[in-house]
């Protein structure tokens, strides 16, 4: 249930965004990571726990885009469900995932609610395998095989140093799941934050499969971020949000764990400056201000004359 690397690869040159890298940008994203570092450094936070990468769409012919860590591998929480809603609408475009009224509702609670029992559900749709007993080995390899799916569709498109086969889990896997991460759970989902701001930067500017299902794609990642929220993981106030000031508007992916807190975002300013802004952060998940700091910094130096 997968497209071929021929088709992959023909879909990689219609729509992959492909930013060249920019001094300013560079300068934008080191500024917004000392600030960071500073601002949290008596708490030990240090460059290891954090990874950033910024990608400027304002003109979409010319992309422009820096990172700091940008390329680390990193456990991304519920930040691999754009990989997964990405990979059922070209599944869907393709004709090889039907298009249902439940498959939808999944979609949407993947994305708007970060729900993992509806993520649970998109993955076993995109790789045609489910949990249950453990497997011989022939036939362990058999659904091994199809769970990779959505990593041979990225692997086609040129994306590197990512894994997106596993499901989210609030108490951990058990039975072919928990065999399938490994012993060492060396089979984790992972993700760059350059990985990341490339797939949301196509979204975002309409190449992410076709520009009507990019659409709808982002439609679902739409931030409502005024007024306040009680809840500290709320996606549209407990993350990138936080920074933002009337006027701008947001869409976002975020994801958190005990030990990390993510967010994907792609902003609009008044300005009219558009740009994708992906923020990871290690080990210290109960800091709510560390990403809403990078967010306030990035906006106040590409805002400079």
């Not at 029992?117 to 949990?131: E, K, R």
């Not at 022939?138 to 997106?164: C, E, P, T």
């Not at 984790?188 to 499969?209: C, F, P, Q, Y």
């Not at 659409?215 to 993981?233: I, V």
Request: charged share 25%; hydrophobic share 40%.
């Amino acid at each position: 249930m997968c497209l071929t690397t021929a088709t992959a690869q023909s879909d990689a040159a219609r729509h992959s965004v492909i930013p060249s890298h920019s001094d300013d940008l560079q300068k934008a994203v080191d500024e917004a990571a000392r600030t960071a570092l500073r601002k949290f450094a008596d708490k030990g936070f240090a460059e290891k726990n954090l990874a950033v990468t910024l990608i400027d769409l304002t003109d979409r012919q010319n992309l422009r885009m820096a990172s700091f860590r940008g390329a680390e591998p990193i456990y991304p929480a519920s930040v691999v469900k754009l990989f997964y809603l990405a990979a059922a609408h070209r599944w869907m475009e393709d004709g090889k995932l039907k298009e249902t009224v439940e498959l939808s509702r999944g979609l949407r609670d993947m994305i708007v609610e970060s729900s993992n029992d509806a993520t649970h559900y998109v993955v076993d749709a995109l790789t045609g395998t489910s949990n249950g007993a453990e497997l011989p080995e022939a036939k362990m390899k058999d659904w091994s095989h199809k769970r990779n799916a959505v990593n041979r569709y990225f692997a086609g498109l040129g994306y590197q140093k990512i894994n997106v086969n596993q499901k989210p889990w609030c108490e951990g896997p058990y039975g072919r799941e928990r065999v399938f991460l490994g012993p060492k759970f060396e089979n984790r989902n992972k993700l760059t934050t350059d990985a990341t701001a490339r797939l949301l930067a196509e979204i975002a500017s309409g190449r992410a499969v076709t520009p009507a299902r990019s659409a709808r794609m982002l439609e679902l990642m739409k931030r409502d971020f005024a007024g306040a929220s009680d809840d500290p993981d709320d996606q549209a106030h407990g993350f990138t949000g936080i920074a933002l000031a009337p006027g701008m508007r947001y869409w976002s992916k975020a994801g958190w764990t005990s030990t990390t807190r993510h967010d994907a975002a792609y902003v609009e300013l008044p300005t009219g400056q558009r740009f994708v802004l992906v923020t990871y952060t290690t080990d210290y998940a109960k800091e709510r201000d560390i990403i809403p700091t990078v967010a306030r910094a990035v906006i106040r130096e590409i805002q400079k004359p």
